[in-house]
């Protein structure tokens, strides 16, 4: 818990006291804080870089200065008004004056790479004369420049640094809340949902006090995210209200983030022009329609000024879509589009349109591949302000899927990428799970092989590398992710799990991040006030513990891609066959002789055909495969030989003894930290570790129990099986 000390100011956005302080702790300020700063630039992203700075000053003793307010009474040189040097200028540019160290800096930045090269997002770092120089010519770049800063610490003001240039991969960077504003009858108030409420809405209302949400604004701005959507895709009654008569919740939270840089989106119902307006119909190609847009979004827009935009989920379980007139998806989120595109406001409209009804006997739909189905004879039809929002696998956050053959699909469309930091099928924020390798992987993976563009590129717009060396970003849809975030004191639930929220944020800045990296940043924020000897230990323990954890949940859980052997509906823990004879399109096909599903051309269901080479090829045979897709592309006997050189049936049960080895080992690396970490950190991780070794026995077991009886196969190791 922190002790926060807050000198007042515009921004008052640290965490209340027993709100966990995630990875802004006063202590990760120390060296922004001792230093004498000054601050010049307008605006209120520079006010709160100024605030933020003041704060940790009052603590750490430091000092920091406006410009003088008379350019010709400046100090000739760095120097603050009391005659002392600067340590550290962070300076909007051009901006008038600028102190020495700054305009040097300036003058090189210039000529090196050309004004406007960090345009609305980026910043410069360098070190000049003793000073350390942050430029931005945005007062987004300012805000970035300043965590960048905390991340840095006392580093930032070594003797020497060369030159940085730092800009966003993505220019969209977002979190979807499939928060609720009724508490929903299922799902609760969060659908997801597994930190407790949420940190917007309460019992059917908006919460009076949103400094958490301010909170949550500056947690985000410093790892990177900048928009946010503050309800459930699922959208019911109450929440379609947030588009008319409850546009004041929306604009008081926009509020709240604005200082954060943070840009607030909606999601809505593509029914609104019924439930809302009283029309007899949403047929997007109606003028009516049209107009009920249009004028509902100009009424956002002047209570709303710097609106993002609008979140779509249609034609999916259950929700309304144009499907229902007979229209395509391309005129259903054109018509909002155009309403969007006055105020320069985008459309998220969701690629997950499926089946939700299938007959398990019917062996020819494929729910692996229905989006692309859908969508990619839509190539090329959605206006510019379209972004079509992908999950990154075909079927739905499975622990391992392949990357969505959507992403290679569609040229001529905006897509970003949508990835899931709920972990709602990967423990629930009950196991400890770093998902950040696996995004990392995903996002650096080739779709048209090794020599072609990243899925990172393909959401950037832009060629990656380009991106880093030009500083631009390109105009790809970004990546977006589910929130993991309630209302519970750490945030996350899992205290560990904030470190997936971190990640996200900076893979979404810049996707050539090495998840370790990105962990041993998120460990030193966040325990910086462990003792310099524990720092180390803290950073061996949970590197031990987290770095290789989303392949050891891989491990106990559904074996080589195959997928949902969860329980349903609340998808936690494991139930081999729960969705086998269900209407949900996840089938695992079991029977004594094998497992898998056969999405094959040559016999299956021929969902290898939606890829480009070299995939459609690789994915197609058995023997070039990777085994940890196997189950997900082809049906096979236990006894297949894999890569690795076991059977299948070995395998299945070689990884789920390994894997709850592992859990325990896990388990103990923990109790490694009891008296050197926050004592509240170390309860509630050591409770979930011991859920996550009850739950990965479970998972052992019955799958272990369920191939043996299947297969009669006996364990090559002679290992207990039930
Ligand atoms: C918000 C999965 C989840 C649903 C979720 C849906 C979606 O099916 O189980 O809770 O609904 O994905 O992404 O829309």
Redesign the pocket.
Known sequence: MIDALDPGGPVNSVPPNDVHAAWLPPEAFRALGSRRSLVCGEGTLVDTVRDEIARACVRYGGSTDRPHPRPDRRPADDRSAAGTAYDLVLALVPAGLLPIAAAAVDVVYRRRYGAGTLGEEGFLLARHTEVTVVLAEAPAGLLYGLFHLVRLGESAFGLTRPMELHRPAMRLRMLNH?DNIDVHPV?GQV??GYAGGSIFWQDGARREDLTRVGAYGRLLAACGVNAVSVN???VHATEARLLTDRLGDVAAIADVLRPYGIRVHLSVSFAAPVMLGGLSSADPLDEAVREWWADATKRVYESVPDFGGYVV?AD??GQPGPFGYGRSHADGANVLADALSPYGGVVHW?A?VYNHRQDWRDRSTDRARAAHDHFVPLDGQFRDNVILQV?HGPM?FQTREPVSPVIAGMPGTRLAVELQVTQ?YTGQQRHICYLAPWWSEVLGFGPWGDDGPTVAAVAAGASVGDAAERGAAGDGGGLVAVSNVGDDPFWTGHPLAQANLYAFGRLAWDPRLAPTAVLDEWIELTFAASAPNGLGLVRRVLRAIMDDSWRTYERYTAPLGVGFMVHPGD?YGPDVDGYEYSRWGTYHFADRDGVGVDRTRASGTAFTGQFPPPWRDVYESVESCPDELLLFFHHVPYGHVLHSGSTVIQHIYDTHFAGVEQVVAMRQQWERLAGVIDPGVHARVRERLDEQVRCATEWRDQINTYFFRKSGVPDAHGRRIH
């Open positions: 499939w799902m659908e997801r459930n895709v699922n989920k999916s379980e969701r997950f999950k739905d709602e998808h």
